[in-house]
T-cell receptor, first 113, second 116 residues
Framework: TQLLEQSPQFLSIQEGENLTVYCNSS?????LQWYRQEPGEGPVLLVT?????EVKKLKRLTFQFGDARKDSSLHITAAQPGDTGLYLC?????????????FGQGTILTVHP | DTGVSQNPRHKITKRGQNVTFRCDPI?????LYWYRQTLGQGPEFLTY????????KSRLLSDRFSAERPKGSFSTLEIQRTEQGDSAMYLC??????????????FGSGTQLSVL
């Protein structure tokens, strides 16, 4: 069974601070996705990383896929209250040709004004 | 693109009752998924349809659970003889098979089930 461990589980910071969320596994994934989920809503895809060592930027968010494709990180620069939400990483196992994702348990981010 | 629609948004039921949820995927999507999410956890895969064919079921899906996608469009998830442990958010997602791009799932807002 492939598992994804996210850390930290909770993060409470002030507006303007930087933060990093980590997603680790002992298994190799063919790709890894990051989602953001608001209370009472479904997850919304932010980014997909595929190549080991890949870095993608989405405005103030920077996503990195580990060289061995077992881990990933999400870095937010100058966090804003609108960034508040549940951040989930999800891996797609190698050889899987459809969207059967393994999700981490999530990081609840609260950004205080 | 009206997004993935799930009904009802909330369902409260008594233990032992049967419940049925509906998912309407994005119209051109041929793949449909059901996931379950409990409080403080990420979603867990339950089952996958390609068009009308159910191609994979998780071991999490006991015999009390059944899912259908009769015409390859909307899907239903039925839980018979509900138990308190079935209380969760049931999420539906859809995607379009495209070998040229990475799988991109679009999730609905979910059905929150509470079993009393």
């Amino acid at each position: 069974t492939q598992l994804l461990e996210q850390s930290p589980q909770f993060l409470s910071i002030q507006e303007g601070e930087n933060l990093t969320v980590y997603c680790n596994s002992s298994s190799v994934f063919s790709s890894l996705q990051w989602y953001r989920q608001e209370p009472g809503e479904g997850p919304v895809l932010l980014v997909t990383v595929v190549t080991g060592g890949e870095v993608k930027k989405l405005k103030r968010l920077t996503f990195q896929f580990g060289d061995a494709r077992k881990d990933s990180s999400l870095h937010i620069t100058a966090a804003q209250p609108g960034d508040t939400g549940l951040y989930l990483c999800a891996g797609l196992a190698g050889g899987t040709s459809y969207g059967k994702l393994t999700f981490g348990q999530g990081t609840i981010l609260t950004v205080h004004p | 693109d009206t997004g993935v629609s799930q009904n009802p948004r909330h369902k409260i039921t008594k233990r032992g009752q049967n419940v049925t949820f509906r998912c309407d995927p994005i119209s051109e999507h041929n793949r449909l998924y059901w996931y379950r999410q409990t409080l403080g956890q990420g979603p867990e895969f339950l089952t996958y349809f390609q068009n009308e064919a159910q191609l994979e079921k998780s071991r999490l899906l006991s015999d009390r659970f059944s899912a259908e996608r009769p015409k390859g469009s909307f899907s239903t998830l039925e839980i018979q003889r509900t138990e308190q442990g079935d209380s969760a958010m049931y999420l539906c997602a859809s995607s379009w098979e495209d070998r040229a791009t990475n799988e991109k799932l679009f999730f609905g807002s979910g059905t929150q089930l509470s079993v009393l």
